[in-house]
């Protein structure tokens, strides 16, 4: 009987243990996520300002919605980053020829918009539904997102 107090005890002393540890454990894998706003550069100057991106309004949704190559165990890199929307310019069409859609998209100005501005009307056209049918609508609709070049743009 008192080996079977001993074995508990020791037990819930390696359970605190290694829950105590685990914090300190996972600090050396934690994500880093930017709250508030932060600004999406353009890789060259363009004819457009820089965009003020406000992250932390995005939280209701998936990481993998934007970051589609994430697997979720890695650290998240930039959409501009070599091999995803790293194009400065649409490349040029050739004679008889279609441009890639990968190529199209790896134009960081095509990803952008597609993804943000595409995410925004989906949002507005579900919204509308609602409002048509008035059903399932309790409290506010979702807020639909700038669907224009200077909702997003602004002056600087």
Known sequence: M?????????????????????????QEDRMI????SFSINPPSEGQRS???FPHSAHFD??????????KG??????????????????PKKEAGKKIDPALRIRYFKNAFH???????????????????TRAGIEGRLPATGPTGCKGCHLPE
């Not at 165990?73 to 649409?90: A, K, N, S």
């Not at 597609?114 to 048509?132: A, F, T, V």
């Open 61 to 70: 949704y998936s990481c993998k919605q934007c970051h589609h190559k994430w």
């Open 50 to 52: 820089a965009v003020q």
């Open 114 to 132: 597609k993804q943000c501005i595409g995410c925004h009307r989906q949002i507005k056209l579900n919204n509308k539904k609602l409002e048509m």
């Open 2 to 26: 008192k080996s079977t107090r001993v074995w508990i005890v020791a037990v819930f002393v390696v359970l605190f243990v290694a829950g105590s540890m685990g914090p300190v454990l996972a």
């Open 33 to 36: 996520v930017p709250l508030g």
């Open 73 to 90: 165990d890695e650290p998240i890199v930039g959409c501009m980053t070599q091999g995803c929307h790293d194009l400065e310019q649409l």
